[in-house]
């Protein structure tokens, strides 16, 4: 029996050995939420029995055998102190403009591939990989890496579908329906379809006028070392619509169920961990002994609440000194006067915190990590969005009934007041998130096992050509039918010019005919 059971796991281990794949993943983004995302995908596929290289600005500590990283944090200095939550309240930062996003972006990455360090590795030749797993944040740049190594690649895409990322892979969502994701409205309205239909067009333009700009941004940083393969060098248009697939930090229960193409798969909730970490022992039993709730409040990573305004802070802490509840305020800075019942800590450990039974409501900025671990833990939120999709993410949050939207500005202490007394009293909004926490774990693999099941799909169908979307190959023109609606008008015109004529002759010849007679 005990001699069967480790012949079993000798020959796991050896199987495991020759097909686990190579993979690289390529998380450049100086920010800790994307750094979350890629160490997702570094946990699962090492989970699944592969090998995998990752290019990442924060490589963890101790990595286990089979992950090898590429260390790219000298990548920071390109991106200091762009996000500030004082420049978003006095609106001088709007990041809501696309083409800002990806001229920042773009220029980040050109950047940072050209440092050594990415020179170096891509040089090498011992350097093989099965797949590519780049995430796609405002730039095309990093699809450059499968031109190296000759294989396929997937986008990670870190958003709900949204149609910057949905044309590399299919065509242009339908504005009648769907909103932009970087609006900060959650509406379909003459004018916001005529907005999203400006910014379709512009997009599809810019990619096509600046496509020679691309290619010599391709062939700089990836040229050497793909002539040096004996590799053909292609053109930049040609790699970027070539993904094989694109995995997406999405769910339905955070969406708006427009339609997808074959090769886009949802696998939002991948960076939660199947087992959610204790809390440490302070936490445990200050959330134990909270019998009237703990509301969590945290701005996320990417931005400081050390930044909001000292009158704002003080504001906040006096609408939280009168309630009944525990507030944990995750702030980065110690501050004098705490209210009994407010708990301040430089970390916190989120997930955790949710999880606890007596955490009655989440106040958040609305990022979509903190979405998804709200809705598997089934608090409500009250969300206070500063840039991209988090206006979006709280609105649909509000639609789907477990969130509320309140601005961070002056009057946001005496709106605070009104809305948490709201949602703690109303019991829709806990039901509503117990709901659609209920639809979020309700999927037929988990989504960590979902992204190693389609990252070994890709390399084992060798680039799932088959799921590709035909509208890559398809004329702008023929999508917009233009060419059927020409026809067809010229059609009516010239068979109203022909009805008409053929009126006049025989007006014409029975006028004759009475002259006649
Ligand atoms: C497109 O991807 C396939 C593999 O998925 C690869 O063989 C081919 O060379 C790629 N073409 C371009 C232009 O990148």
């Not at 090998?51 to 990548?75: A, G, M």
């Not at 233009?482 to 015109?493: E, K, M, S």
Request: charged share 20%.
């Amino acid at each position: 029996m005990c001699c069967c059971n480790s012949i079993v796991v000798l020959l796991t281990l050896v199987l495991n050995c020759c097909y686990g794949y190579k993979v690289l993943a390529v998380f450049p983004m100086p920010g800790k939420s994307h750094s979350i995302l890629g160490e997702g995908y570094v946990r699962h596929l090492l989970a699944a029995g592969h090998e995998v290289t990752y290019i990442t600005p924060f490589p963890v500590k101790d990595p286990p055998s089979r992950l090898r990283q590429v260390d790219i944090s000298e990548n920071f200095a390109f991106m200091r102190n762009i996000l500030d939550v004082r420049k978003f309240m006095s609106k001088e930062l709007d990041i809501q403009n696309y083409f800002l996003v990806h001229n920042v972006m773009n220029s980040m990455l050109y950047d940072t591939y050209r440092m050594p360090v990415i020179q170096k590795f891509i040089n090498d030749p011992k350097e093989q990989y099965d797949a590519v797993v780049v995430e796609w944040l405002y730039s095309e740049l990093s699809a450059g890496f499968s031109s190296v190594f000759n294989c396929p690649f997937i986008w990670a895409s870190s958003m709900i579908p949204h149609t910057a990322v949905l044309s590399l892979i299919d065509g242009h969502v339908n504005p009648a329906y769907s909103v932009d994701h970087l609006s900060r409205d959650y509406t379909t309205t003459f004018w916001d379809r005529l907005y999203h239909w400006y910014y379709i067009t512009k997009l599809s333009y810019q990619r096509w006028s600046e496509r020679d700009t691309y290619n010599d941004q391709f062939k700089n940083v990836f040229g050497e070392a793909i002539t040096r393969r004996g590799h053909k060098l292609p053109q930049f248009d040609d790699v970027i619509y070539n993904g094989s697939l694109m995995l997406g930090n999405s769910h339905p229960a955070t969406g708006d169920n427009v339609a997808l193409p074959e090769n886009y798969k949802h696998i939002g909730g991948y960076h939660i961990k199947d087992v959610i970490e204790p809390l440490p022992k302070d936490l445990q039993k200050l959330m134990d002994e909270s019998k009237d709730g703990v509301i969590y409040f945290s701005m996320g990573s990417m931005l400081k609440s050390s930044e909001i305004p000292d009158d704002i802070k003080n504001g906040l802490l006096e609408v939280f000194g009168v309630l009944k509840q525990t507030v944990i305020w995750k702030l980065e800075q110690v501050i004098p006067n705490v209210p009994k019942n407010v708990h301040v800590v430089t970390w916190a450990p989120q997930q955790s915190i949710l999880a606890h039974p007596n955490c009655v409501l989440f106040i958040t900025h609305g990022g979509l990590l903190s979405i998804m671990e709200t809705l598997n833990t089934g608090v409500p939120i009250i969300g206070m969005p500063f840039f991209a999709d988090q206006y979006l993410n709280i609105a649909r949050a509000s639609a789907k009934g477990f969130g509320m939207r309140l601005d961070l500005d002056e009057k946001a202490p005496e709106k605070l007041r009104v809305a948490i007394k709201n949602m703690v009293e109303n019991p829709s909004y806990r039901q509503s998130a117990r709901k659609f926490s209920a639809i979020f774990k309700d999927n037929i693999a988990s989504p960590g096992q979902q992204l190693a099941y389609w990252v070994e799909y890709v390399i084992r169908t060798q680039g799932a050509f088959h799921l590709r979307s035909p509208a890559l190959q398809t004329s702008w023109y023929k999508k917009l039918s233009l060419d059927i609606f020409l026809v067809l008008l010229l059609g009516v015109i010239l068979s109203f010019k022909l009805c008409k004529s053929l009126l006049v002759v025989i007006k014409n010849g029975s006028g004759h005919k009475k002259k006649t007679a």
